[in-house]
C-alpha cells in the first residue's frame, strides 16, 4: 500500500510538473544600443565589417551596404564574434519602449548593438544623438522582417 501511495504521489508530481508552462526561448534579452554613422553611408564596401567573406560572408550577396535589403537597418550584433560568424545576415528586432525596429547584423559588436543613426533614430523616436547609448531589449526576428520597411 505504501509504494502504491508513492507511485501515486510521484505520477502526480510528474503531471503537475508537464501541465507547467514553458519558459519563452525566444524571450526578449536586454542589450545596449549605441549608434556609428558609418553604417548609414550606403557605398560602403561589405569587405569593411566582419561578415566579409568566407562561408558565412555577406559581400558576395551583398556587396554595399545599401544592397542589404532593409537598408538603412544594419549594425553590429553582440551576437557576431568576429570573422565569419554563422550569425552574419541574422535579422534581430529591437525594441525600445513601444517601438521595434528590425536589424540586420552584418558585423560584430560586441558590447551590445551598434547600429547607424538612421535606424537608432527610427528606434528612438530621433533621440538618437540626444541619447548616445540606450538599453534595449531583442530576439531573433524573421528575415523577412527585416526585408521590409517595419
Keep these: 500500500m505504501k509504494s502504491f501511495t508513492s507511485a501515486l504521489s510521484l505520477l502526480a508530481l510528474i503531471s503537475s510538473a508537464l501541465a507547467a508552462p514553458a519558459s519563452d526561448a525566444a524571450a526578449d534579452t536586454s542589450v545596449s544600443v549605441s ?16 561578415c566579409s567573406d ?24 553582440p551576437t557576431i564574434p568576429g570573422w565569419n560568424s554563422p550569425n552574419c545576415g541574422t535579422c534581430y528586432g529591437l525594441t525600445y519602449g513601444s517601438t521595434t525596429i528590425y536589424i540586420t547584423a552584418i558585423d560584430a559588436a560586441p558590447g551590445g548593438f551598434n547600429i547607424g543613426l538612421e535606424a537608432m533614430n527610427l528606434l528612438t523616436d530621433n533621440q538618437a544623438e540626444d541619447l548616445g547609448r540606450i538599453t534595449a531589449t531583442y530576439s531573433v526576428a524573421n528575415a523577412e522582417q527585416c526585408a521590409g520597411t517595419a
Aim: negative net charge; aromatic residues 16%.
Design 54 to 77: 568566407g562561408t558565412y560572408g555577406l559581400a558576395s550577396k551583398w556587396p554595399t551596404f545599401g544592397s542589404v535589403p532593409g537598408f538603412p537597418r544594419i549594425g553590429g550584433a
Design 35 to 50: 549608434y556609428d554613422t558609418a553604417y548609414d553611408v550606403s557605398g560602403t564596401s561589405m569587405d569593411t565589417v566582419s
